[in-house]
């Protein structure tokens, strides 16, 4: 079945940096458009950033964009989130997501079927 692992995640100060991975299994992952989402205590789970099967399109959201940079390895089955210049309101539980198909990705959390168990991220002095 549709299996995706999220790793990563830590504590780290503003302006640090983490790299986040989401390993898949179970599914033709050069099939299936990616995306980050996260979710911070207290407040709905929000799109992050989305990418293409290829690789070739991403998309971030505005509180991120420049900051963080989504990438895939398609032989490998793996998604990653490079998160640099870490602010504190970045701190979440974030979750990769999977869904199959051949239209560009979006940060719709309800496009996504399948989704990771998530990855603790606090940024914090």
């Known amino acids: 079945q549709v299996q995706l692992v999220e790793s990563g995640g830590g504590l780290v100060q503003p302006g640090g940096s983490l790299r986040l991975s989401c390993a898949a299994s179970?599914?033709?992952?050069?099939?299936?458009?990616i995306g980050w989402f996260r979710q911070a205590p207290g407040k709905e789970r929000e799109g992050v950033a989305c990418i293409s099967r290829s690789g070739g399109y991403t998309n971030y959201a505005p509180s991120v964009k420049g900051r963080f940079t989504i990438s895939r390895d398609n032989a490998q089955k793996s998604v990653y989130l490079q998160m640099n210049s870490l602010k504190p309101e970045d701190t979440a539980v974030y979750y990769c997501a999977a869904r199959r198909g051949s239209t560009m990705p979006t940060m719709l959390l309800d496009e996504y079927p399948y989704w990771g168990r998530g990855t603790q991220v606090t940024v914090s002095s």
């Open positions: 179970g599914f033709t992952f050069d099939d299936y458009v």
